[in-house]
């Protein structure tokens, strides 16, 4: 087998290259080639300077995961890196496209570091659930500081190359078009000069100096690290590289590494970069599907969800021509977008620029007849059958041929809704989650006719308006509510128990997702669907309505809020709970956090899998992506179908059992027979 390192004298510059396809990944005939690369420039009197560069799209690009798992061989990264580090002549990494992960560890390993301005560095391993193995938490404080170093380590999103220059990762911004000459020069500039080390580096001094700053940093990105391990052990990481000595730091590093590469949380959120991957593809439909152009978009209704979904076209720049019933509703809904927009302006994520040229997309109108040229219709009116199947009607009568049609519906039948058009292949689901221009998820309804190039063009426009999609049939609520409705379901039952509602949305909180179901009520609105009449109470909602218990929106729902919406449970709900109980007759009990938990996730579970044995889902980590992306699962548990095969399928059953809960036989088969949803 050829080598994908090769090597290329330019007098006494030594250009080492690797040939990777597709991303250069440090696998382990790179790392091999590397190391003999360096050995032979070592060994060789004729070479002052080493240049390491990557042909094809990109600079090392990260560790090769397919390798994750498996017996190690050698040589390792570090050993790789420890090499060309060690040499006294200077080797300069010359980079374009992304040096990530391994590949950045690369670069801290070179004693010079240039790089084409389209370029970015970064260490993204805390989002597998890791840290860098190969000493980057250890070069990279000591070249650039524990401050700079942080938000590389803890966020693992890279940074552009003029950033990394800023910092001091980079010596050198060079032409885009000459980064080899370039290189080489630099190369032979540096040639006879004592070389720098990035091990032997003292940048980290400043975390010596005020070592509050980790405590500060920890604080400032508390909620986006809440619950992951391995964020935590990148400051860890990134602090030891100021106490302790650089071979003891590297040591810390690798017990921190380990420790994590070994736990569930690394393994979940692996098992989440595949699925993510996995769930953009559907089975049956061929890979070189046609896609049909998408140009323009019509969206009907602008209300909650037809805003928002409205932004994500106009954002991607796509125009939109919006529809609703009457003047007020239309104007009323465009102002809530272009205010969306300048909130996000007002935080500096947009200019003001950006917020024109986006409504400068959208075209509002009161006649279907403005529609006829879209190549896409999405509905997002009233959740009702007969309002649904008028709009597909007339949709269809205006609409022309070969255009998509496709309703936001949250729990409806879009074989019935396909039924008001003669285009039934047309026509799918695109459910989008609130809010509409911000939640990831895009779960695709596909009908009995939906036609292959209908969703091979709604799964491709997913990624183009920033959305991870994933595949569901048809079936009351899809995937995603139709598991939220069993969780729901025991939620309501374990407040009519005697459970304190409060303690079924801490549970659900300690577990991981961002609120609980009251919470979520509280958020909603607990009048949504409400039939204004006080006087009729058959429901604990009902009942707090009649108290004039809206939620959020009114300041007091299931919590009592105060200005800045912090939530206090209220004495109030409670004796409404109780009261209501006890005219139904329902004894109370004390029930454990446990038992509140299973009842609550282990039904979502059962779900699942009847989705599964449905072929609702194509494959269970569909329903991990669903979940994680669209209600707030934990990535770190990797939703729930991975969450239950780390606990083990038999606990799940056995829990069910244990509170009376219905099990399916689908779960209880793979239970029985030791097999896992995820394999
Ligand atoms: P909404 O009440 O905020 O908006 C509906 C809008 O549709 C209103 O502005 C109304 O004037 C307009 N409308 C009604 N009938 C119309 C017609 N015949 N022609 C044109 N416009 C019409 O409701 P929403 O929350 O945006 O929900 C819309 C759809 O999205 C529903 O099917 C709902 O189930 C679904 N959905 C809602 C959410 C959510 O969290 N709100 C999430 C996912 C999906």
Redesign the pocket.
């Known amino acids: 087998m050829t080598s994908p390192i090769r090597t290329q004298r330019h007098d006494d510059v030594l250009v080492v290259i690797s040939d990777n396809p597709p991303v250069n990944a440090l696998g382990q005939a790179v790392r091999a080639g590397l190391k003999d690369a360096i050995e032979e420039a070592i060994g060789d009197d004729a070479v002052k300077a080493v240049v390491i560069r990557c042909d094809g799209r990109t600079f090392f690009a990260g560790a090769d995961i397919t390798e994750f798992g498996k017996p190690p061989v050698g040589p390792s990264l570090p050993e790789t890196l420890d090499a060309m580090e060690a040499s006294d002549k200077p080797v300069i990494a010359a980079i374009h496209g992304t040096a990530l992960g391994g590949g950045c560890e690369v670069a801290l390993a070179c004693h010079y570091r240039v790089a084409v301005p389209s370029a970015k560095l970064g260490l993204p391993e805390v989002k597998l659930g890791l840290i860098p193995g190969a000493a980057g938490t250890q070069r990279l404080p000591r070249l650039v500081g524990a401050e700079a170093a942080l938000p590389l380590v803890v966020g693992g999103n890279p940074i552009p190359a003029k950033k990394a220059k800023a910092i001091g990762l980079l010596d050198e911004l060079v032409g885009e078009d000459s980064l080899e000459a370039d290189a080489i020069a630099f190369a032979r500039s540096k040639i006879g000069q004592p070389v720098p080390r990035a091990s032997e580096g003292n940048a980290n001094e400043d975390g010596v100096r005020d070592p509050d700053l980790f405590d500060r940093f920890r604080a400032s990105q508390a909620r986006r690290i809440r619950g992951f391990d391995a964020p935590n052990a990148a400051i860890e990481a990134v602090k030891a590289a100021g106490e302790l000595p650089y071979a003891e730091g590297v040591q810390k590093e690798r017990e921190l590494f380990m420790k994590l590469m070994s736990g569930t949380q690394s393994a979940a959120m692996r098992h989440y970069f595949f699925a993510e991957r996995a769930a953009n593809k559907i089975d049956d439909v061929p890979k070189d599907t046609p896609l049909i152009p998408i140009k323009k978009v019509g969206v ?9 979904i409205a932004m994500n076209f106009l954002s991607a720049g796509i125009p939109v021509t919006i ?4 003047q007020d ?1 239309l104007d ?2 465009a102002g809530v977008m272009r205010k969306n927009y300048e909130n996000t302006a007002k935080k500096g994520r947009m200019t003001a620029e950006q917020v024109e040229q986006a409504m400068g997309l959208l075209t509002p109108t009161l006649s279907y007849g403005d529609l006829a040229d879209c190549d896409l219709v999405i ?6 059958m007969d ?2 199947k ?2 597909f009607a ?1 949709l269809d009568g205006v609409v022309k041929q070969g255009a998509i049609l496709a ?6 039948d879009v074989d019935e809704i396909a039924t008001a058009t003669k285009r039934p292949g047309y026509v799918v689901g695109m ?4 809010p ?1 221009n911000i939640m990831k998820l895009l779960e695709v309804v596909r009908g009995k006719e939906t036609r292959h190039d209908v969703l091979a063009t709604v799964m491709k426009l997913s990624k183009t308006i920033g959305k991870v999609a994933a595949v569901s049939g048809v079936c009351p609520g899809f995937i995603g509510n139709r598991m939220l409705s069993k969780r729901q379901e025991q939620a309501n039952e374990l407040i009519m128990e005697g459970a304190n509602y409060w303690e079924v949305d801490d549970v659900l909180l300690e577990f991981g997702f961002p609120m609980g179901p009251f919470q979520m009520g509280d958020l ?1 609105g607990i009048d949504i669907g409400w039939h204004r009449d006080p006087t009729k109470v058959t429901t604990i909602r009902e009942a707090l309505c009649a108290k004039e218990r809206f939620g959020q929106k009114n300041g007091k729902g299931f919590y009592d809020y105060d200005e800045a919406r912090n939530r206090t449970p209220s004495d109030e709900v409670k004796a409404i709970i109780a009261d209501f109980a006890a005219k139904e007759g329902r004894e109370q009990r004390e029930i454990s956090k446990d038992e509140i938990r299973e009842r609550l996730l282990y039904p979502m579970v059962n779900e699942g899998a009847k989705i599964l044995e449905e072929g609702m889902a194509q494959r269970a980590s569909d329903i991990d992506v669903v979940w994680i992306n669209g209600y707030g699962w934990p990535l770190y548990t990797g939703g729930p179908m991975f969450w239950a095969d780390t606990i083990g399928l038999d606990t799940v059953v056995a829990g069910l059992e244990r509170h009376g809960l219905p099990v399916s036989e689908f779960l209880r088969e793979k239970a029985e027979t030791g097999k896992r949803f995820n394999q």
């Open positions: 009907i209704g602008a209300g909650t969800m037809g805003g928002g529809l609703e019933m009457a509703a009323r809904g509905e997002a009116v009233y959740e009702n309002v649904k008028e709009v007339k309703s936001n519906t949250s729990y409806l459910h989008f989650f609130s509409a909603a």
